[in-house]
Nanobody, 127 residues
């Protein structure tokens, strides 16, 4: 089992920045590829960013490309989502997720390919 706890959400004005953190515990963190997803009110959960076990491969959604980046620190068992130039449409609950160890080297945009999920952190961007 892997336990994931997100933090760093909050209220920010449009154009501002936030850094979300996801702390993992329970198993060897570096065995897992990680992802960030979000769910806005009345919308489906959507992919935001993903990173492989080593951090050598990353991907972000087109809607956040150039504004968001994902990184990880395996020594701290933490994955980050760096969010810049935030827009009101970025308002959502943000979730981190982990894939099983078999997929540590790969990225996935599909939420059903992630096994472990955090409880989410709210990000609200005011206009």
């Amino acid at each position: 089992q892997v336990q994931l706890v997100e933090s760093g959400g909050g209220l920010v004005q449009a154009g501002g920045s936030l850094r979300l953190s996801c702390a993992a515990s329970g198993r060897t963190f570096s065995n897992y590829a990680m992802g960030w997803f979000r769910r806005a009110p009345g919308k489906e959960r959507e992919f935001v960013a993903a990173i492989n076990w080593s951090g050598s491969s990353t991907g972000v959604a087109a809607s956040v490309k150039g504004r968001f980046t994902i990184s990880r620190d395996n020594a701290k068992n933490t994955v980050y989502l760096h969010m810049n130039s935030l827009k009101p449409e970025d308002t959502a609950v943000y979730y981190c997720a982990a894939r099983t160890a078999s997929y540590a080297g790969t990225l996935s945009l599909r939420p059903d390919e992630y096994t472990y999920w955090g409880q989410g952190t709210q990000v609200t961007v005011s206009s």
